[in-house]
């Protein structure tokens, strides 16, 4: 029988060998022990692979769970340090807002005060222009009042000797009229000028 016959023999016969004969059942056993498992050790390698997976389980479990307190921790840290970096900056902002404000009061003080010196100096100034202008005034006023009592008397002098030369004769008078009218516009001249002078 060639090796091709009999491999179709055994495909064909051999289950049932083995579900009828007990020592072909044990050969075929034996043969392929070295490379199948059998139950028992099938089963030994299940229960190590099934306890090495709950090792790896509670092994990745405990990693997990340190993994979650680690970064449970850097989380509060950065909670910790975003307050304090927030703290800082709030601490900066208002020391800087004081600032601001105590330069921002110094100043407007510092205007105010100019202010102030301002106003009083130009008040002092007006009271002054006012007090010389009153003497000034007063000045002119008195010399006008003596130009005025001046004028008067030259006036009541003046006739007092037209009076007298109208007794004089007609030659006399008209000399003397001429006179008076130069004296008149000299008086006219001079008043005139001193009028220009106190405008």
Do not use: G, H
Not at 179 to 190: H, I, L, P
């Amino acid at each position: 029988m060639e090796l091709q016959e009999l491999k179709q023999a055994l495909f064909k016969d051999l289950p049932l060998l083995i579900k009828t004969d007990e020592s072909i059942r044990d050969f075929i056993l034996q043969v392929c022990r070295p490379e199948f498992s059998d139950r028992q050790e099938t089963e030994s390698r299940f229960d190590r692979m099934m306890r090495e997976l709950k090792e790896n389980r509670e092994l990745d479990q405990k990693k997990w769970e340190e993994s979650q307190r680690k970064w449970e921790a850097d989380s509060n840290r950065r909670d910790v340090e975003w307050k304090e970096d927030l703290d800082r900056r709030d601490a900066k902002w208002k020391e800087d807002l004081d600032r601001r404000d105590a330069e921002w009061k110094e100043d407007l003080d510092r205007r105010d005060a100019k202010w102030k010196e301002d106003l009083e100096r130009r008040d002092a100034e007006l009271e002054a222009y006012k007090k010389e202008s009153a003497e000034n005034l007063q000045r002119l006023d008195s010399k006008l009042e003596a130009f005025q009592k001046d004028s008067a008397e030259n006036l009541r002098k003046l006739d007092v000797k037209l009076e007298a030369y109208k007794k004089t004769s007609k030659e006399e008078l008209e000399a003397y009229q001429k006179t008076t009218e130069e004296n008149f516009r000299r008086q006219d001249a001079k008043l005139e000028a001193y009028q220009k002078t106190t405008e």
